[in-house]
T-cell receptor, first 111, second 115 residues
Framework: QKEVEQDPGPLSVPEGAIVSLNCTYS??????FMWYRQYSRKGPELLMY????GNKEDGRFTAQVDKSSKYISLFIRDSQPSDSATYLC???????????FGKGTHLIIQP | NAGVMQNPRHLVRRRGQEARLRCSPM?????VYWYRQLPEEGLKFMVY????????ESGMPKERFSAEFPKEGPSILRIQQVVRGDSAAYFC?????????????FGQGTRLTVV
């Protein structure tokens, strides 16, 4: 079992829809959770980060963490074609210096 | 304030040659991380460096790969005697401090192709 599981997609939704992106993890040492957005041939861009279980909102984005279920989500409201990208979940914990990433979900927002 | 700068953006090497990838962190950042992204794979941590010190190289292959972050100048990831399996995108990230809640900012990556 991989440490972080993320459905690679592609996930295709119409413009304006609510998007739900998810990751599950197996190692309970992870305490710090992030979502990155990566456009094609570009570097990852940090979108959101959170430490605790619950929701964190920033504009159209909401990050949700459920540590008891080892499940994290990113919701995108009022999705735009410019949101089309690969979304990577990442996490850190247990004294590790590096981040552990999911494989990424390729999201396509249809105009 | 420029972001994390990586060069070259694209690098082509023949099998057996050496590849040198450079990373200049964001201004004021003294912590550098290297990651590798293979096709259809997620980013994998390779090494974490502070100025003049390798702190964590648990993700580095045991042979042919080395990294440094000198007192002056960029961090260098060096791959000796490259093989086709080294073809990947290599990303550098930097942070202002260390710790579990540290934000890491990524560069645009160097895409290495071994022919």
């Amino acid at each position: 079992q991989k440490e972080v599981e993320q459905d690679p997609g592609p996930l295709s939704v119409p413009e304006g829809a609510i998007v739900s992106l998810n990751c599950t993890y197996s190692n309970s040492v992870f305490q710090y959770f992030m979502w990155y957005r990566q456009y094609s041939r570009k570097g990852p861009e940090l979108l959101m980060y959170t430490y605790s279980s619950g929701n964190k909102e920033d504009g159209r984005f909401t990050a949700q963490v459920d540590k008891s279920s080892k499940y994290i989500s990113l919701f995108i409201r009022d999705s735009q074609p410019s949101d089309s990208a690969t979304y990577l979940c990442a996490m850190r914990g247990g004294g590790a210096d590096g981040l552990t990433f999911g494989k990424g979900t390729h999201l396509i927002i249809q105009p | 304030n420029a972001g994390v700068m990586q060069n070259p953006r694209h690098l082509v090497r023949r099998r057996g040659q050496e590849a040198r990838l450079r990373c200049s962190p964001m201004k004021g950042h003294s912590h550098v991380y290297w990651y590798r992204q293979l096709p259809e794979e997620g980013l994998k941590f390779m090494v974490y460096l502070q100025k003049e010190n390798i702190i964590d190289e648990s993700g580095m292959p045991k042979e042919r790969f080395s990294a440094e972050f000198p007192k002056e100048g960029p961090s260098i990831l060096r791959i000796q005697q490259v093989v086709r399996g080294d073809s990947a995108a290599y990303f550098c990230a930097s942070s202002l401090r260390t710790g579990i809640n540290t934000e890491a900012f990524f560069g645009q990556g160097t895409r290495l192709t071994v022919v």
